[in-house]
DNA sequence: ATAAACCTTAGAGTATGGTTTAAGGTCAAG
DNA sequence: CTTGACCTTAAACCATACTCTAAGGTTTAT
């Protein structure tokens, strides 16, 4: 498979397969004569592996660690990939409240503008910046 | 005001107000003789108004958006300041709702490993991300 | 008078995850 | 045999929001 035909299989641009590449991620398991990036089957399931845990959220370095595990399983245990997950899990649940928080505060200066054509003189949501707690 | 008393009573960083400045965020009223900075008591509140954007999850180009409607509201309508809020509300529900979708991969994910000191060679959450949907 | 604390600038560095560019080599079809 | 599609590289660029550095000038307290 060259970077092109891995391109289309996984959904990851020839670029970013690069950059992949580059970053430790994904190598291709061959150069052909002409140098080109030569990818076999199991490549094409690292590829969707990095794309799913993207998808989870992780960070290519937490993507690299899981891949580290994956790639030889037999000298990692569970723990590893159930730390990462957790550590994962409660950034992501930080975010999320950081975000209702946001969110909660926004929705109730949302509420009292009148959002009319009057001028901004008396708009609550400047004057609650202007004043707020 | 010197910027570092505005550091300490706006609780920004001498160096960051620096960066407001230059980002047409937050101009000191003027400057001395010795080429310090000054600020105002109106500056003040400035900083403040922008501490508060932030905290409500504006970037600094929406906060600058804002801080154009509050520094000359005669020449500018509620339905302005009201846009802002509503695109920047929707922009954080759709990044709560992203974040949901992850937490709720992750929990699973989190749920059906063991997380002992078995090998990984049957771990769950290598496994999903191996084959996942 | 001298040391500490404060101020100035331009510019580089940090982090993340790419994207783009320039300048070129290779391959397949007609 | 040429045209277009594909491949190669290193390095610069993008966005955001700082953060730090170097090299120096000023102020204040003792």
Redesign the pocket.
Known sequence: M????L?KQSGI????L???E?SGLLK?SK???????HYSNEDLITAKFIKRS?ACGF???ETSSLLAIKTDKSQHVCAEAKAITHNKLQEIEEQIQRLEQMKETLSKLHHYCCGGQESAEFCSIISALEEGE
Chains 1, 2 share one sequence.
């Open positions: 060259k970077i092109g035909d391109e641009s020839a670029h970013t690069r950059y992949y580059k291709p150069r052909g004569d002409n140098n080109y990036r993207k960070s290519l370095a």
